[in-house]
């Protein structure tokens, strides 16, 4: 029988769709990334003459290049996701550090996404930004809700403990 409370596993619900919600963000960059280049040439002093004069070709082939947002944005997501789902399996196995540690996690890149907001992307990403934030938030409030904290400080009981001998 899990013996997991409902707030850790609605956590590990949640955590799963936000890495689904990255997954897909990753997908719309790789397919939009025409929005991002325009988007980030109109914010660029550099390039915001030559966007307007000559268009997003002559952006691309001009002396200022564009970032490489896919790349960046994929190697980001695997990273992420592959710790977070690590973490995940021990916060669900009631280790406190995992907690910690996860919570770190999704605090910096809430901040990311703040920062990444104050950029004005395409409003597609920037509703992707706050489908991201809420299901991490929400994921913060299961982690450190009191059914989920009772949990992991557990007292363990005797019948648990390997018999180390005599």
Not at 24 to 39: E, I, K, P, Q, Y
Not at 66 to 71: G, L
Not at 94 to 102: D, P, T
Request: with cysteine; hydrophobic share 55%.
């Amino acid at each position: 029988m899990d013996e997991r409370p409902g707030a850790l596993k609605l956590a590990v619900r949640l955590l799963r769709a936000l890495l689904l919600a990255g997954a897909v963000s990753v997908l719309l960059m790789l397919l939009r990334t025409d929005d991002l280049t325009r988007a980030w040439a109109e914010g660029n002093p550099a390039t915001r003459d030559v966007l307007r004069d000559q268009g997003l070709e002559a952006v691309k082939d001009g002396a200022v290049a564009p970032p490489h947002f896919v790349p960046v944005a994929l190697t980001l997501f695997v990273t992420l996701a592959l710790l977070l789902g690590v973490l995940g399996v021990f916060v669900s196995n009631g280790f406190e550090w995992s907690r910690i540690g996860m919570t770190l996690v999704l605090f910096f890149t809430g901040v990311a996404g703040v920062a990444a907001i104050r950029t004005d992307p395409p409003a597609l990403f920037v509703v992707c930004i706050a489908i991201c934030t809420a299901l991490g938030l929400g994921v913060l409030a299961c982690l450190w809700h009191p059914a989920t904290s009772a949990y992991i400080h557990a007292e363990v009981t005797s019948d648990t403990h390997v018999d180390q001998g005599a």
